[in-house]
């Protein structure tokens, strides 16, 4: 399928850090990310530190507080892939203790063509 040569941002969603229990909650929606995207960009805009899971479950990333996470797929496909993205629905969780301020998530991809 042929992309466009331009970029597209998903819509931003966020989460606040005061409702955290220390159980995995949904940053990116039920419905996950809304397009694959090449880049996803979780920052931390609140007091306390949050680990980040793409299935719920499982750990995978950890972002400190006030600080930025950036996650490009692309640049790491493997030798025999043309590019990697982030599949269309993929849901992002995050977790930690009662913060004050929100976590938030971006993401950018290229639309199809036609």
Same mark, same amino acid.
């Given at each position: 399928?042929?992309?466009?040569?331009?970029? $597209?941002?998903?819509?931003?969603?966020?989460?606040?850090?005061?409702?955290?229990?220390?159980?995995?909650?949904?940053?990116?929606?039920?419905?996950?990310?809304?397009?694959?995207?090449?880049?996803?960009?979780?920052?931390?805009?609140?007091?306390?530190?949050?680990?980040?899971?793409?299935?719920g479950v499982?750990?995978?990333? *950890?972002?400190?507080?006030?600080?930025?996470?950036?996650?490009?797929?692309?640049?790491?496909?493997?030798?025999?892939?043309?590019?990697?993205? *982030?599949?269309?629905?993929?849901?992002?969780?995050? $977790?930690?203790?009662?913060?004050?301020?929100?976590?938030?998530?971006?993401?950018?991809?290229?639309?199809?063509?036609?």
């Open positions: 399928m042929a992309v466009k040569n331009s970029i $597209k941002a998903i819509p931003l969603s966020s989460i606040d850090s005061a409702t955290f229990t220390g159980a995995y909650q949904l940053l990116s929606g039920a419905a996950g990310i809304t397009n694959a995207c090449f880049m996803l960009r979780i920052t931390n805009n609140s007091t306390v530190p949050v680990t980040v899971s793409y299935d499982n750990d995978h990333d *950890f972002v400190l507080n006030a600080t930025t996470l950036v996650v490009p797929p692309s640049t790491i496909s493997q030798p025999n892939n043309f590019l990697a993205n *982030f599949a269309q629905g993929q849901k992002v969780y995050v $977790k930690g203790g009662a913060g004050v301020g929100l976590v938030y998530l971006a993401g950018y991809f290229q639309p199809s063509a036609g």
